[in-house]
């Protein structure tokens, strides 16, 4: 395989134009398919955003890369199966370009959900020990009752689980163990762990089981 510089001009503050160089291996035209060996799945990689929600055109160092696709291809892994919809973590993977189109190489342990039918987050099917969380609001007013200005209020580190993955198999037991917390409790989770999301003005996470710290009664 042929590896290939993926450039896109970009304009800065300045006005002065900045090439975007990023990384990814181009698939040579003879080979029509990418069979995944192992654990690993080949997920053909959503569209990214080129205009806002109000519609202006985003210079391409500043639109969201996607972390989530379709899955056209698997090896032996168990957790997810053709055509799911899936998110994954954002530095995982191989980049591929085939046949023209953004591809990713990922192993089953770096898709951290399956989405729904819906693309709703709230929604998410959490893969093994991840949890999935919708995070508390922020406070807006100190304890002796100040407001606070939006990028100075404490992010909450708790909320309530809304999902639970089937679980991780045990190295030595090889027998699958569900994360030990339940649907609808309230839990804190280690301050810079898991994946963010936004969606419909709510903050949710997921975590690994390993990232939270208590239960909250």
Do not use: C, W
Not at 121 to 146: F, M
């Amino acid at each position: 395989m042929a590896a290939r510089m993926m450039r896109s001009a970009a304009l800065t503050s300045t006005g002065r134009s900045r090439l975007v160089v990023r990384a990814a291996t181009a698939v040579p035209k003879q080979f029509k398919a990418v069979k995944p060996v192992g654990d690993r799945v080949l997920v053909k990689v959503d569209k990214e955003e080129a205009k806002s929600v109000g519609g202006v055109l985003l210079p391409a160092s500043v639109r969201n890369k996607p972390t989530a696709g379709a899955v056209i291809a698997l090896g032996e892994a168990k957790a997810v199966k053709l055509s799911d919809k899936v998110i994954y973590s954002k530095f995982a993977g191989t980049e591929l370009e085939v046949a023209g189109e953004e591809h990713v190489l990922l192993k089953e342990d770096d898709v951290i959900g399956v989405l729904p039918v819906s693309d709703k987050v709230a929604q998410l099917k959490p893969l093994g020990d991840r949890i999935l969380i919708k995070g508390a609001k922020a406070e807006d007013k100190t304890a002796g009752g100040v407001l606070l200005a939006t990028d100075s209020g404490e992010k909450p580190t708790f909320g309530t689980v809304i999902a639970v993955g089937e679980g991780k198999e045990d190295e030595d037991s090889k027998q699958v163990v569900k994360p030990n917390v339940e649907v609808g409790s309230t839990v804190m989770y280690s301050k810079y762990s898991g994946t963010e999301f936004e969606e419909d003005g709510e903050q949710y996470i997921v975590v690994r089981e390993s990232d939270i710290l208590a239960q909250l009664a």
